[in-house]
Structure formats: C-alpha cells, structure tokens
C-alpha cells in the first residue's frame, strides 16, 4: 500500500475512532508493523508542522513538549512554539480541533509585540526568548527570558565611568590633603611631649601627636628589650 493512502487511512480512523485507538490495532489493519506506522505518523507531523509554518512565518512551529530550562536565546528572535504531537494528530484528523489551535497561532504574534512593549515601557528590560507551548491535553502555556536593553547596558557603563571619574577625583582631593597636611606639619616646628606610665605608651602619644593620629590608629608601637 502506498504511503499517502496510508496517511489518509491513519487520519481517518484518528478522525472517527480518536486517538484512544491502539496503535497496533492500526498497524495490524494496515499490514505494517509498529515501527513502521511510528515513522509514517511522524513524517505526517512534519508535513503537518511545514504547513502550518507556511501559514504562520512570523513564529517558529516544533512538535514537542516545553522546555523551561532553556538557557539560549531563539536566533531567529521569533517565538518557540511547541505542539505535542497528540494535539497535532487532532488537529490532522479533526478540521475542527484544527481551527481552533491555528486561530490561537495566528494570535501569538500581536500578543508577543503588546508583551514585550509592555515589559520594556515597565522595567526597561528587553525580552530575549520567547516560548509557547500545547501540551498533550491542549493546556497552553507561555514563558519568556528577559536581559538588559541596549539603553540599559549604556546607562550602566556611563555610570560606571562617572562613578570611577568621581572616585578619582576624591582620591586626588584626599591625596592634595594630605600632602597639605605633611607640609604644613614639615614647615611648623612643634614642641611635643607626652606623659604615661610606661615609655611605650609615652613614645606611641608622641608619634600619633606628630603625625595627627590618635594613638589607636597611628598603629602601637611594639619593641622588645
């Protein structure tokens, strides 16, 4: 039996039996064994999926399951629709249940564009990956990655070097102080003493006096006989 009357034969007994028929029972009406019949239904998905990518170019179709873990961004920046194959032997079979799922796909695209608009105009953020999915009982769900604008990523370097400027100039301004400050303590003669109870608290007062410390932060002076 050629492959497309196969096709036609497999779509109509999913069309009046469901998919609750058991897949050996069809392979054993079309004389074929399960392998086979796994292979033909796929390649029916594929040529399923081209189709409704034709109709629907601004998204990218799949069939498969959802992938929350997914870490890199879609190159083609379209969404990531996933249609489980169990949806796409309905929409194959039912013109109704059809319907119903390329209406929602031809939605997905204004949705996306009012999404990310909002998303920017509130966090400034941009979205980076979108992702659709039709799971095996027709729930659908949607997920989205977000990262810096182009805005954001300058408004953060220009900060970046303000801020690096700013440190500059207040280790030059504190740098200029203290070189006034030794200068100053270079040009004053300054008579200065210091009175204790032991020599070596004595001689740490005297240091911290000249330098302009107190004595906790001149350092404790720590000489062994």
Not at 23 to 35: E, F, P, Y
Not at 40 to 57: A, C, F, G, R, T
Not at 74 to 87: F, L, Q, Y
């Amino acid at each position: 039996m050629k492959i497309k009357k196969m096709e036609g034969i497999i779509e109509a007994i999913l069309f009046t039996m469901g998919e609750s028929v058991e897949k050996n029972r069809i392979a054993k009406a079309l004389d074929i064994t399960q392998g086979q019949l796994k292979k033909i239904v796929k390649e029916m998905q594929e040529d399923y999926v081209k189709k409704l990518q034709e109709k629907n170019p601004q998204i990218d179709i799949v069939a498969g399951s959802s992938d929350k873990n997914v870490k890199t961004a879609n190159r083609t920046g379209k969404t990531d629709v996933r249609i489980a194959p169990e949806i796409l032997n309905r929409m194959m079979s039912n013109p109704e249940v059809a319907t119903k799922y390329e209406n929602m796909l031809s939605k997905i695209p204004a949705l996306d564009r009012w999404a990310d608009s909002m998303i920017k105009s509130m966090t400034g953020s941009e979205v980076k990956y979108r992702q659709v999915w039709i799971d095996k009982d027709g729930n659908m769900g949607s997920m989205v990655i977000t990262g810096p604008s182009e805005e954001q990523k300058k408004a953060d370097e220009d900060r970046k070097i303000e801020k690096k400027k700013e440190n500059e100039q207040k280790l030059a301004e504190r740098r200029a102080e203290r070189k006034e400050q030794m200068k100053k303590i270079q040009e004053e003669r300054r008579t200065i003493f210091a009175i204790g109870t032991d020599m070596k608290s004595i001689t740490e007062n005297v240091v911290a006096q000249a330098v302009g410390t107190a004595p906790s932060i001149g350092g404790s002076c720590n000489v062994k006989a």
